[in-house]
């Protein structure tokens, strides 16, 4: 049973670097057969992508994200990464990490609040 964490600070100063880190458990991120990805939902909205990273194949990011983000990956930890730069109070949202196999996203982490603000 794959299982995914995310993990990191909770509030964040406007105009920093948020980073997030989601830990997989029960499977390996080295695998060309998933991806794994980064969401979030702020208050009131709909679930949005935001990238996703797959082994030996790239990263994929949001256009709308794209010049803030950045996502890697970490094999020997078994853990992706993501950070968001230069963030402003819209950037607070509840943050997942999924996976996604061939068809779906069919693993996700329970989401982590972040909070922009000074």
């Known amino acids: 049973q794959v299982q995914l964490q995310e993990s990191g600070p909770g509030l964040v100063k406007p105009s920093q670097t948020l980073s997030l880190t989601c830990t997989v458990s029960?499977?390996?991120?080295?695998?060309?057969?998933?991806?794994w990805s980064w969401f979030r939902q702020p208050p009131g909205k709909g679930l949005e992508w935001i990238g996703s990273?797959?082994?030996?194949?790239?990263?994929y990011y949001s256009p709308s994200l794209k010049s803030r983000t950045s996502i890697s990956g970490d094999t020997s930890k078994n853990q992706f990464t993501l950070q968001l730069s230069s963030v402003t109070p819209e950037d607070t949202a509840e943050y997942y990490c999924?996976?996604?196999?061939?068809?779906?996203?069919?693993?996700w982490g329970q989401g982590t609040q972040v909070t922009v603000s000074s």
């Open positions: 999924a996976r996604r196999g061939d068809y779906a996203f069919d693993n």
């Open positions: 029960g499977g390996s991120i080295a695998t060309i057969h998933y991806s």
């Open positions: 990273i797959r082994y030996s194949m790239g990263t």
